[in-house]
C-alpha cells in the first residue's frame, strides 16, 4: 500500500504560476520534464521511489513531490488524497510506463495486468480526478504518453503495446467527450530516447521538448485527440472515409475476401445473406 507524502517544498501563497502534474517522475524522460517545466510551472511530481523524489527536489527548487504507487491497491483513495493537497491543476501529464517483454504464450496474465495499472488505468484515473475542475474553469491540457509500440506490435511486447493502445483509444475518446471546451487531451510518444525502460536508445530525453511545449501552449481551436512524435503528427489509424459501420458496407478501395459479396459485407448484391456453404459452391 501507498500512500501520497506531504510535499516536501510546500507552494508560497504568492505562486501564481499554473500547476502542472506529472507522474514518472524520476524517470529519464520525467526528469527532463520537470527540468524544463520547473520555471514556468508549479510542478507537482509523482514517483513511487521516495528517494528518487527527495533527490529531484532537493535539485529543482520548488518541485512539490509526492510518492505514489500508481500499481497499488489503494490507488484511488491515494489520487483522492493528492488531488485534496494539490488543488486545482490545470495541465497533466501521464509519464510513467511499464514494459516488461512477455510472449503471448507465457506468463502474460501478470505483465498483461500490471502494464494495464500503470499505463491505462492509472493514467484514466488522474484523468477524471483533473477533469471536473477543467471544466469548472473550461480550459485544461492533458498530454498522455505514449509509443509506436500499438502501431508496430514488436512481437515479445504485446502487454505494452496492447496497454498503449489503450492508453490511445481512452485519449481520443476522451478528447472527443470534451471537444466543446478549451481542453486539450493528446498523445505524445517521447521517441527513441533513454530511460530506465531504455537505457541504451539513441536519443536524449530532451529531444522531446519542442513537441510537448507545443501541446501545452495549444490555442483553443487547437488540436485534440490526435498523437505526435518529434514535431510530426502520426495516424492513429488508416482512412475509413466511406465505410458505413452500420451498413456494413465499404468503398471498393478495401480488400474483399470474395468478389460476389457486397463491399465488405455478408450480404450478396440483393442484400441476402452469403453463408459459407454458397460461397463454396461459387
Known amino acids: 500500500m501507498s500512500h501520497p507524502v506531504e510535499a516536501l517544498v510546500t507552494p508560497a501563497a504568492t505562486d501564481v504560476r499554473p500547476a502542472i502534474m506529472i507522474t514518472g517522475a524520476t524517470?529519464?524522460?520525467?526528469?527532463?520534464?520537470c527540468r524544463h517545466l520547473n520555471r514556468r510551472f508549479r510542478v507537482i511530481a509523482l514517483g513511487r521511489d521516495a528517494?528518487?523524489?527527495?533527490?529531484?527536489?532537493?535539485?529543482?527548487p520548488g518541485v512539490e513531490v509526492h510518492c505514489l504507487d500508481l500499481a497499488g491497491g489503494e490507488i484511488a483513495s491515494d489520487i483522492a488524497s493528492l488531488m485534496e493537497q494539490c488543488g486545482d491543476v490545470g495541465y497533466l501529464i501521464n509519464n510513467a510506463?511499464?514494459?516488461?517483454?512477455?510472449?503471448?504464450d507465457a506468463d502474460i496474465e501478470a505483465v498483461l495486468r500490471r502494464s494495464l495499472e500503470v499505463n491505462t488505468i492509472a493514467p484514466a484515473m488522474l484523468m477524471a480526478a483533473v477533469l471536473p475542475?477543467?471544466?469548472r474553469r473550461g480550459f485544461g491540457r492533458i498530454i498522455n504518453i505514449?509509443?509506436?509500440?500499438?502501431l508496430n506490435c514488436f512481437a515479445g511486447h504485446a502487454a505494452y503495446s496492447a496497454s498503449k493502445a489503450a492508453l490511445n483509444a481512452l485519449t481520443v475518446t476522451a478528447a472527443r467527450e470534451h471537444q466543446d471546451v478549451d481542453i486539450k487531451i493528446n498523445l505524445m510518444s517521447p521517441g527513441p530516447v533513454r530511460s530506465k525502460m531504455a537505457p541504451e536508445a539513441p536519443m536524449a530525453p530532451e529531444v522531446c521538448l519542442p513537441t510537448l511545449d507545443h501541446l501545452l501552449e495549444l490555442p483553443a481551436d487547437g488540436a485534440s485527440g490526435r498523437f505526435f512524435w518529434l514535431g510530426h503528427e502520426i495516424p492513429l489509424t488508416p482512412s475509413l472515409d466511406g465505410i458505413d459501420w452500420l451498413a456494413g458496407t465499404a468503398p471498393a478501395g478495401f480488400a474483399r475476401l470474395w468478389p460476389e459479396a457486397d463491399e465488405s459485407s455478408g450480404l450478396d448484391s440483393s442484400g441476402a445473406d452469403v453463408s459459407s456453404s454458397d460461397r463454396a459452391c461459387r
Open 146 to 150: 505514449t509509443s509506436g509500440a500499438p
Open 133 to 135: 475542475g477543467m471544466r
Open 27 to 33: 524517470g529519464g524522460v520525467g526528469m527532463a520534464l
Open 97 to 104: 510506463g511499464f514494459n516488461r517483454p512477455a510472449p503471448v
Open 51 to 60: 528517494n528518487a523524489l527527495a533527490a529531484l527536489a532537493a535539485s529543482l
